[in-house]
C-alpha cells in the first residue's frame, strides 16, 4: 500500500494543476451552455498538457494536444453530464436532487479519469520521453496507450475525492451558471454574449488556460479550496491504483517503443 507521496514523488510537482485542471473540466461541464464544451474542454486540459511538457523542456504541437486531449475519439459532449438550469427551475424536488445526483457522479469519474490521464503523462514526460518535442503521431499513441493502461488494470483511485469536488462544482455552478462560466473563460463568454465574439480563437483559449492558473494561485478561489481538499484527501490515503497503473503503463509504452509501433 503506497501513497501519492511516497514512491512517487516526483508527481507531486504537477498534483495541483492536474487536479485543478481536472476539476475545472467538471466545473465547465456543469454549466448549461452548449457551445462551451469541445474549445473550453481543449483549453482545460490542453492548457495543462502543455504545462507539464514545457516543465520537461519538451514542445508539443497543436494536433499533439488536441490528440492528448481527446485521443481516437469525438470531441466529448461535456455539455450531455451538465446540470440544466432550465430543466433544474421547471423540476420538481426530487427531480432536481436526481439531476444533481447524476451530473455529480458523472462529473466525479470524469474528473477521476482525467487525472489519471494527466498523471501518467506526468510520469511519461519524467521518466520515458525521449527528444525534443512530441508531435500528433506520436501524442495519440502515448494517448492510446494511456487509455489502455487505464482499463486493463484491476480498480480504481479514490472515487469519494473527486465526488465531493464535483458535488461542489455542481451546487456552485445551479446557484450561479454564467457568473462562473464568465469566471472560468476569463471573461469570454461575456463577450461573447455581449459582442457576438467568437471565443474558439487561440487568444480566448490562452485566457481560459490562465484564468484556470489565476484561480488556482487565489487561495479563497472556489477551485483553489477545492483542490486543496482534493489533494490532501488523495495524499492522505493509500493509492495501489496509481502505482499500479504506472507500473503497466510504462511496461506497455516500453514494450511498444521496442517493437518500433507507432
Request: aromatic fraction near 6%; glycine fraction near 6%; charged fraction near 25%.
Amino acid at each position: 500500500m503506497t501513497s501519492l507521496t511516497t514512491r512517487r514523488d516526483y508527481l507531486a510537482r504537477h498534483r495541483k494543476t492536474i487536479i485543478a485542471r481536472s476539476l475545472a473540466g467538471t466545473l465547465v461541464a456543469a454549466v448549461p451552455l452548449p457551445f462551451l464544451d469541445d474549445w473550453t474542454l481543449a483549453a482545460v486540459l490542453g492548457g495543462g498538457y502543455k504545462r507539464i511538457a514545457a516543465d520537461y523542456q519538451i514542445d508539443l504541437d497543436e494536433t499533439a494536444i488536441k490528440n492528448l486531449v481527446h485521443g481516437r475519439a469525438q470531441p466529448l459532449a461535456w455539455g450531455e453530464v451538465a446540470l440544466s438550469s432550465i430543466g433544474a427551475r421547471i423540476a420538481g424536488r426530487t427531480a432536481r436532487r436526481m439531476m444533481v445526483a447524476l451530473a455529480t457522479a458523472r462529473g466525479a469519474s470524469a474528473a477521476q479519469r482525467t487525472f489519471v490521464t494527466m498523471t501518467l503523462f506526468d510520469h511519461y514526460c519524467a521518466k520515458l520521453h525521449t527528444g525534443l518535442g512530441l508531435d500528433g503521431n506520436r501524442a495519440l499513441a502515448l494517448r492510446d496507450e494511456i487509455g489502455r493502461a487505464i482499463d486493463a488494470t484491476p480498480g480504481a483511485l479514490a472515487f469519494h475525492p473527486f465526488r465531493r469536488g464535483a458535488l461542489a462544482a455542481v451546487r456552485a455552478v445551479a446557484r450561479a451558471p454564467f457568473e462562473l462560466a464568465d469566471m472560468a473563460s476569463a471573461g469570454a463568454i461575456r463577450r461573447l454574449l455581449s459582442r457576438g465574439e467568437s471565443v474558439a480563437e487561440p487568444e480566448a483559449l490562452t485566457e481560459i488556460d490562465a484564468a484556470v492558473e489565476a484561480q488556482l494561485a487565489e487561495s479563497k478561489s472556489f477551485l483553489a479550496r477545492t483542490v486543496t481538499a482534493v489533494e490532501a484527501q488523495l495524499s492522505a490515503e493509500a493509492n495501489p491504483f496509481l502505482d499500479a497503473v504506472i507500473d503497466n503503463f510504462e511496461r506497455r509504452w516500453r514494450a511498444r517503443m521496442a517493437a518500433k509501433v507507432d
